[in-house]
Nanobody, 125 residues
């Protein structure tokens, strides 16, 4: 089992940047592919990005391609989401999640067994 804690959220103006972190404890993060999802008020949880266990493969939602970058540091047991050129529509609670099918980069939230508590990102116009 792995415990996940997100950090790095906050309030930023449109066009700005934030870097989210997801720190894992318990089992080593090398055992998991990792994903970032987000949920805005009144909307369903949405896939943002995913990365395989070693960082060799990534997957992004079309809405964030070219603006967001997912990465990981297995030595630090941490996954990151670098968010640039932020837009008001990026406002949401961002969650990291772990998938034991570590070779894959799934967009489907049901594949992920473990979730963090989320961190709020607010982008003002």
């Amino acid at each position: 089992q792995v415990q996940l804690v997100e950090s790095g959220g906050g309030l930023v103006q449109a066009g700005g940047s934030l870097r989210l972190s997801c720190a894992a404890s318990g089992r080593t993060l090398r055992s998991y592919a990792m994903g970032w999802f987000r949920q805005a008020p009144g909307k369903e949880r949405q896939f943002v990005a995913a990365i395989d266990w070693i960082g060799g493969s990534t997957n992004y939602a079309d809405s964030v391609k070219g603006r967001f970058t997912i990465s990981r540091d297995n030595a630090r047991n941490t996954v990151y989401l670098q968010m640039n050129s932020l837009k008001p529509e990026d406002t949401a609670v961002y969650y990291c999640a772990a998938d034991s099918h570590r070779y894959f980069t799934s967009w489907y939230s049901g594949e992920y067994e473990y979730w963090g508590q989320g961190t709020q990102v607010t982008v003002s116009s």
